[in-house]
């Protein structure tokens, strides 16, 4: 299965459209305007919430806690000097790939869980989710969704110097 995200541009808020491969609405993902970190709800298509994701504030490093039917994990930023570097609390999937260039995959011990993929040249994020496994849907986009909050940190206190 492959979901596409679209982060809508010019937005005060980050809001994001998910849809399948025959262009069908999946998933929607709405931050919130004035809050302490950043924080996204998704929905289905049906308007309930389906998970939370939000940045751990008071931390050393930049963590973020997607929270999901009972279920939580947490995305990790390692310390690295030259590559940045993520793993996950709570899930046995580990994290390769090329985070500069947004083309990344998580795997577990015997399979593939995702690979990822940044669409270059378009207004607001794009990316292109290739998921084998339907039951992993609604985690892999938490992840990438908490990947781009962590990219966008990034680049606001980039700014901020």
């Not at 609405?25 to 994701?53: M, T």
């Amino acid at each position: 299965m492959k979901l596409y995200i679209k982060q809508k541009a010019f937005s005060w808020r980050d809001r994001f459209t998910v849809k399948d491969e025959y262009g069908n609405d999946r998933w929607f993902a709405q931050g919130e305007l004035f809050s302490w970190g950043r924080k996204l709800h998704v929905y289905d298509v049906y308007g309930r919430e389906a998970a939370f994701v939000r940045r751990k504030l008071m931390v050393w490093l930049p963590r973020y806690v997607i929270e999901m039917e009972g279920f939580s994990c947490t995305l990790v930023k390692e310390f690295s000097f030259f590559r940045p570097k993520f793993y996950l609390e709570g899930v046995p999937w580990r994290m390769e790939g090329d985070f500069w260039a947004h083309e990344f995959s998580l795997a577990d011990e015997r399979r593939e869980v995702m690979r990822v993929s940044k669409h270059w040249f378009t207004w607001g994020d794009s990316y292109e989710l290739d998921i084998p496994d339907p039951n992993d849907e609604l985690l892999c986009l938490c992840i990438v969704l908490a990947l781009d909050g962590m990219r966008a940190d990034a680049a606001a206190a980039a700014a901020a110097t």
